[in-house]
């Protein structure tokens, strides 16, 4: 069976989006959402990387959140609207396969437009498609310590 990226992100979406709510153990949610269920595999490695990826950087995304969309708190913003963004930034920044900035933009708004609304898409478009044209100073602030004032997933 042949990985699909795309459907491995939106995998990626639901298992972070379970995360936001509920302590997960990885082995159980796979079975229970995934196997058997589909006609195509999950990207394993990716979705782990990402995953470990998302967790550690964390507050360089809020960071980046909050630069590029500031009439917007973090705190009252929905998880559907944060978390294509977190995919976006993980690739973009530090993915270690690299997989063109554009590419992860538009999967990221697709993954956007699938489980937000119209708001949703506009945000996530708006903060990758700055911070893509910030990249090389964002890269620079991105091996720096940012200050864990509010997270979503690390609790």
């Known amino acids: 069976?042949?990985?699909?990226?795309?459907?491995?992100?939106?995998?990626?979406?639901?298992?972070?989006?379970s995360q936001c709510y509920n302590t997960l153990n990885k082995d159980d949610f796979r079975e229970s959402f995934y196997e058997g269920r589909f006609t195509f595999a999950i990207d394993g490695e990716y979705i782990d990387e990402m995953i470990d990826i998302i967790n550690k950087h964390e507050p360089f995304f809020i960071h980046i959140i909050q630069k590029y969309?500031?009439?917007?708190?973090?705190?009252?913003?929905?998880?559907?609207?944060i978390i294509p963004v977190y995919i976006g930034l993980a690739e973009m920044f530090f993915l270690s396969e690299e997989i063109p900035a554009k590419v992860s933009i538009n999967e990221a708004i697709e993954i956007a437009k699938m489980y937000g609304d119209d708001s949703a898409k506009k945000i996530v478009n708006g903060v990758l498609n700055n911070a893509l044209q910030d990249y090389n100073d964002l890269k620079k602030q991105s091996n720096q310590e940012i200050k864990k004032d509010e997270t979503i997933f690390l609790k």
């Open 69 to 81: 969309s500031p009439k917007f708190k973090i705190s009252q913003m929905s998880v559907l609207y």
């Open 1 to 17: 069976m042949q990985k699909n990226r795309s459907r491995s992100r939106w995998f990626l979406f639901q298992k972070l989006y």
